[in-house]
């Protein structure tokens, strides 16, 4: 019964204008930013390496494919949140906007499987966004800037060869999938506790917002923080970039973000057996 | 056998009780209105036989299973509208009953989706999106989607608010068709009294979240006084002979050439032996008591 129920809230959310615009969004800016790449990404290079002109030389295609797969990556690490929130948010809160939780809590379904179902309907979207943004960014990437090595500039220079970074980049966005779940079953959660689709998706921006600044204050103050706040591991994306991979901070930060999810997807259900419907 | 029975049930919001020990009994085949002013606690009452609310106190049995024990299986056997008709206005009416259909594992061919449509007069604006629909349309569908999986019992919440003279007796005739025809169980919740009076077989009143008066609507109409109104040839000279009987203080008024009385039922035949036999004419007796007067008489009592 439960894939009848995802069934029809996957209707639901693609038949919605907003999860449309969230697809539309991925798709327009992903080819902007490589077209501007194109045109002026060797003036962004040489900006973002000025530090480093003076002691080394930079040959080869390094504005290419690979590298603007990473650079979209870590640029709409911000935006991508929010257009996932606009259909986590609303998912539940919608129902009750609209009234519509009457016709469908009145089914011979359990509430549990009606909740697990438009839980799955998150996951799905929130994925989704993130598959196309991978496939966008790849392959448009490629086709328009070709292929080359990938230069990181973090806290050490990491130059990547080209065999070693189609399973970086899968893994990156794939634990940025596992990131934007978080992001969707936070706003899930905040979507089964009121009436009105704003209110989850602002409380959920306020809080990426809140605990990212937090998070980015380096204080010993807020070292507890750093340890449990997803948006501290919501950049585990980034360990894969590593000349070598830190299994154990990857998996750490999986694991907690994993609990979010779990969290919040319990909290959900316990929140909407006991919620009496007044809408 | 009971389709439905309510016990002692009880909803407290905070300090305020919306439903206060309400018992209620609606037997398989009855049209049961129920009846009672805004705020009386019948849209609760409703949400809580349909589980959309956990009662504070008592029971909702249905078809003699507890609901809290077997909330599936039972809402698969019930049919509802709940106070507005509500539905996902960004999808067409067809689409819509298709989806609902599909979570009540009803029959969601396109031949039944079109017959239900037709059945409420939707069936030209099937591939409409619903927010395109005005309130009387959006009511009919909720009427079809109410029956899309032939449920044994039907609830029905205003089902006739914002329809149209015509479109009022159509639903009406469709409920006296779903009772009679097809054995429909329907809870017949309105605010609309002659619509009750009309198709109701049994009723119950409540105000302040308890039942006032329950009981078979003839029965109910047919206790206590009642306005009769008595058309003689010669009005003054019957005024006056009833002036001289008990039932001096009975009479309420006098309209071209009627005189008005409140009587109850067994004393119509003695007034009229009465008249009778001083030699005045009488040319009609018609005893009134509507759903609307009886429900306000109740309504007006303090409880």
Redesign the interface.
Known sequence: MIL??L??EL??VF???RTIIGFLVIAVIVPVVIVAMKVEGMRFFQYSTQALQDAFTFTGNLMNGYTISYIILGMLYIHVPFLTTLVAGDILAGEAT?????????????RFSVVTAKWMASMVYANLLVLLMAILSIVIGLLVLGTGELLVVRSQIVILAQDDIIWRLASAYAFAALSMSTVAAIAFLFSSLVENAIGPIMTTMGIIIVLTILSSIDTPLFDPLRKVAFTSHMIGWRFFFDQVVDWSRVSTSALVLVGHIVVCFIATQFIMH?K???T | MNVIELRGLRKKFGDFTAVDGLDITVRKGDIYGFLGPNGAGKSTTIRMMLSLIRPTEGTVRLFGEPLAEHREALLSRIGAIVERPDFYNYLTAYRNLEMLGRLSRADVSRANIMRLLGVVGLDTRAMSKVKTFSHGMKQRLGIAQALLHNPDLIVLDEPTTGLDPQGMVDIRELILDLSRTHCKTIFLSSHILPEVELTATRMVIINKGKAIVEGAVQDLLNAGRMKVTIDVAEPELATASIQRTPFASRIVGNAEGAIVLLLERAEIANLVQHLSSEGIAIHSVVPVRSLEEYFLDLTRIPS
């Open positions: 009848t129920v069934r029809v209707t639901k038949s919605k204008w609209a009234g519509t939780y009457r016709v469908l809590l009145t089914r011979p379904v359990s006991r009496d419907i007044l």
